[in-house]
């Protein structure tokens, strides 16, 4: 059996980062220059990553799925990003920041690794400022702050509603640099499809040209995946179309451990489902919870009478209205956790009370603000999100409440990674939404910008060097070797199989019907039967998917219907592997309830007696139930407790 | 209840770059007109994937109107007939029981055919690779507050820094021109102080890229500011041409 080594640095924790940094090993700039380092996808994460080791001088490959390294759906968040800088003067600190993201993540992840995230968190927000990152400011001249969910200091940095878009671009730019003076090599429109492994360590990757459809390969000293998350395995999904975990299932197979496949985030915020052809749903920022009041109507005759369209919610009297999450959580009010949030929203539309034809949303109300602010001042801070949800409901929520719904938004699981972000697999690094490791079972909102470009600019490119300095001596790569023909072969025959079954069943077909599964059974609320269910079901839905898909066109070309059967295959091996994540944690922690285990007011449940541990799924074969090892968690610096938003 | 339409498609079909393309015509049933434009081809596409045709491949991917992927010239306009959207937010509520509706891809000299209404926009990036950057390093920039910025300048730069790379402002010019993308980012940079150490050389190098890629000039008709999905507005031009014309009084 393998042991997981975490690799936590000794000393007390704010000294573990800066003693790490000390004492490892690093390569000199002439050893740089004869290393290659391949780093797959080019979102925050990655693109930050791929410039900032193209800027210390390694030879960087970077792929990305898209046309443009800027379309990586980083560029989709919308709030902002969080740092420790306390211009606010408001008490914020970093180990407040440490402390509000462990317990948001209700104590279920790595407590060295989120240090380490508050400390450089300050760095990022002056490195992007640095690059042009036109965030906002005050009259002054200072930056500006909001807050977000979990919080009650104003830590957040944004750029309007298009925080990531402006870091993602900033990232962008600093990318582009970097290809302009030859250290990194661009491939857009590449697909990865296979990892390489040459004697025990990843050395290499096999690709498809998404526009020509041939196979390459590539080889290198290391191997970064930067791929996002799977929160697409709901098919319906704040995600982008394009948005898959294909790659940490293919890493997952050649042996690196899946952790914590469970841990989803359901976003409280979210334009509601309307219809059958529906491809995707469009998020509504959290810092629209600054401003904005969640209610249901008090009665469920109102509720009623509004689903069938015969009352309007501006005609709800005030006393009439139920604020549930000030009602039930005064000391963060609309400010609580995602999962709190979803939760909360899921439980009053369970019991009756919510709106819309379907009665699957809440009203997000802005009229308390408005008039508070003035219509002005509530355009200029949500003016974009406004008009966005007003293109896409077709109603004016500045005089009409927004209505949302909870939808896949974040996977907080991912590739298990130690200190360094290395995967089981030396030589394989997991940063980003690929990886597990900073936001336990739930992800406070602003954070996952602030994770991605921690990883990018100021971990992994120290970390790797502890990795590659022993590899100086190593040569480049043939990617004629026998282990990069096997896989190319596997890759081949794989596409194979997918393009003879010559079936009646579309990718999306199968696709809607996987995402109803999961939402279903693996979503906001799960037992043991449900999960159970789920497993036999996403086993026949495999049947049906390997005996009736049908992929038009060839293999040897552009096929949009091939890559997305690509995808969807390995979302079916997610789903599952999602389920039995679930079914083995008999607790209930952040963002995986399971309704056999709350408290006796609805709240989760933790049982840290017996599941203060990350689970991390070993691949045993095809048809085979994976193996759980355990990463014990030890919190040193904090006092492990019950999660409590109310006092 | 939903409100459906009946329409018929002209779309651009096209195998690959150097394939003659036609119109096809597709007649649809029954769509909502809650769903968007998108979403429509994706109605569009299981249907001719249920009759054994090849899908019309088009870009597309965060379907939120921020990732700049989505394209599509239809009923000649970019984005299509709403205004301040693009295509992947555009609502068939827009379009009426009847219509026939065009589709074409960008056409410009700077973004070839892939296929169908597909098209490579590479020229992009190689057009920020010249020079659309601040030249720093990651690590040792001073403290975020140290230079205190204008909220005026800082709120311009971010109006400036919100065009998304689609190139609309290329397919609705005449003249094939890329000067509303190239000023849109010449203009954050150039609005603040950490930008203005190297605006000269940034707008010389990015106006020469631009040129060298088969971009045409601008004859200042206004039709890319007109169809730009995120409203990147004409002074962004005027901008650069300043900044242009300062740098070659310099040389």
Same mark, same amino acid.
Request: charged share 25%; net charge neutral; hydrophobic share 35%.
């Given at each position: ?123 990022i ?6 690059q ?12 500006d ?7 009650q ?81 709901? $098919? ?7 948005s ?11 042996g ?17 489902v ?11 920022s ?10 249901v ?20 009297? =005030?006393?009439?209205?139920?604020y ?25 539309c ?10 699957l ?38 005089e ?11 996977t ?22 690929a ?9 406070l ?44 072969k ?51 839905l ?7 898909l ?8 552009l ?6 059967a ?26 995986? $309830? ?8 609805? =709240? ?19 048809g ?24 | ?21 036609a ?49 599509l ?20 509520r ?13 056409r ?10 597909m ?20 690590g ?10 204008p ?29 509303? $993308?190239?000023s ?26 631009m ?23 004409l002074s ?16």
């Open positions: 059996m393998t042991k997981l080594d975490s690799k936590i640095p000794e000393g007390p924790l704010s000294e573990k980062w800066t003693n790490y940094k000390a004492h490892q090993k690093l390569v000199n700039p002439a050893n740089k220059r004869r290393l290659d380092i391949i780093v797959v996808g080019t979102g925050l994460a990655g693109g930050s990553a791929a410039a900032t080791l193209g800027e210390l001088g390694f030879k960087v490959i970077n792929f990305c799925i898209q046309d443009s390294p800027r379309r990586a759906h980083s560029i989709a968040a919308q709030g902002g990003i969080n740092a420790a800088k306390n211009y606010q003067n408001d008490g914020d600190s970093v180990y407040r920041l440490f402390y509000d993201t462990i317990k948001g993540g209700d104590y279920r992840a790595r407590e060295a690794n989120v240090y380490r995230l508050a400390e450089v968190s300050n760095n927000i002056d490195q992007c400022v640095a042009g990152v036109p965030f906002a400011r005050e009259y002054g001249g200072l930056l702050n909001r807050s977000f969910g979990g919080a200091v104003s830590r957040t940095f944004y750029a309007k509603g298009q925080t990531g878009q402006q870091l993602l671009l900033g990232a962008y730019s600093s990318l582009s640099r970097q290809v302009k003076k030859g250290n990194v090599v661009l491939k857009t429109r590449y697909e990865m499809l296979d990892l390489v492994i040459v004697d025990g360590r990843a050395r290499g990757v096999i690709v498809r040209n998404l526009v020509t459809g041939k196979l390459e390969r590539y080889s290198a000293h290391a191997v970064v995946v930067a791929t996002g998350g799977y929160g697409n395995v709901y $098919f319906l999904s704040t995600n982008a179309m394009a898959n975990g294909s790659v940490a299932v293919q890493c997952y197979r050649k690196a451990y899946f952790a914590n496949p469970a841990f989803a985030q359901i976003h409280p915020t979210c334009i509601p309307h219809g059958e052809y529906q491809s995707k749903l469009t998020l509504m959290e810092s629209l919870r600054n401003d904005g009041r969640i209610w109507p008090k009665k469920k005759e109102d509720a009623e009478a509004i689903r069938q369209g015969k009352l309007k919610p501006t005609q709800i009297k =005030e006393e009439d209205r139920d549930y999450l000030e009602r039930r959580y005064p000391a963060f009010g609309n400010l609580v956790p995602r999962d709190v949030a979803s939760r909360a929203a899921k439980e009053r369970d019991a009756g009370y919510g709106v819309g034809s379907t009665g949303a809440v009203y997000l109300d802005f009229s308390e603000a408005i008039q508070r602010l003035g219509r002005e001042a509530v355009e200029a801070r949500y003016g974009n999100l406004f008009q966005m949800y007003e293109k896409i409901v077709d109603e004016n929520p500045y009409t409440p927004m209505m949302i719904f909870p939808a896949s938004h974040y907080m699981g991912g590739l298990w990674v130690d200190y360094e972000l290395m995967t089981t697999i030396p030589g394989l690094f997991a940063i980003g939404e990886n597990f490791s900073d936001h336990g079972a739930n992800r909102g602003a954070s996952a910008l602030m994770q991605g470009l921690a990883d990018g600019y100021f971990v992994l490119p120290y970390t790797i060097q502890n990795y590659l300095s022993d590899q100086i001596q190593v040569p480049r790569f043939s990617t004629d070797l026998p282990e990069f023909e096997e896989a190319e596997g890759v081949k025959a794989r596409i194979e199989r997918l393009m003879n079954i010559k079936g009646h069943r579309s990718v999306d077909s199968i696709h809607k019907e996987l995402g109803h599964i999961m939402w279903n059974y693996v979503g906001m609320g799960r037992n043991k039967a449900g999960l159970e269910l789920a497993i036999k079901k996403i086993d026949e495999k049947e049906v998917f390997y005996s009736d049908r992929i038009p066109g060839a293999a040897d070309t096929n949009v219907e091939l890559e997305k690509l995808r969807l295959e390995d979302f079916l091996v997610i789903g599952k592997l999602m389920a039995y994540d679930a079914l083995n944690r008999e607790e209930s922690c952040g963002g995986h $309830f399971r309704e056999e285990y709350q408290t006796p007011d609805g =709240e989760a449940q933790r049982n840290d007696k017996d599941y203060m541990y990350v689970s991390c799924w070993k691949y045993e074969g095809k085979k139930k994976p193996e759980l090892f355990k990463e014990e968690l030890n919190y040193e610096a904090i006092k492990v407790q019950q999660r409590n938003y109310k006092q | 209840m939903d409100k459906t339409i009946d329409i018929t498609l002209k779309i651009w079909r096209q195998h690959d770059r150097k394939a003659k393309g119109f096809e015509t597709y007649n649809l049933k029954g769509i909502s007109t809650d769903s968007s434009f998108l979403e429509m081809l994706d109605v569009l596409n299981e249907q001719l994937i249920n009759e054994g045709k090849e899908p019309v491949v088009f870009d597309h991917d965060c379907r939120e109107g921020i990732c700049g992927m989505c394209s010239y239809i009923n000649g306009h970019p984005h299509g007939p709403d205004t301040a959207v693009t295509t992947c937010q555009l609502h068939m827009k379009f009426h029981n009847g219509d026939v509706i065009t589709i074409e891809p960008w410009s000299a700077g973004f070839p055919v892939i296929r169908d209404l098209v490579d926009r590479t020229a992009f990036d190689q057009i920020i690779q010249a020079g659309g950057y601040i030249s720093v390093n990651c040792g920039a001073q403290d975020a507050n140290a230079v205190r910025i909220k005026k300048d800082a709120d311009e730069a971010m109006d400036s820094a919100s065009c998304i790379g689609c190139g609309a402002c290329v397919a609705a010019c005449k003249n094939g021109s890329a000067m509303l $993308f190239v849109a980012k010449v203009s954050q940079f150039a609005l603040l102080p950490q930008g203005r150490v190297e605006a000269a050389r940034r707008a010389r190098a990015m106006v020469a890229k040129d060298e890629l088969g971009f045409g000039n601008c004859t200042n008709t206004g039709a890319c500011a007109a169809e730009c999905p995120k409203s990147v507005s962004n031009i005027a901008r650069l041409n300043r900044e242009f014309i300062k740098a070659k009084l310099k040389d």
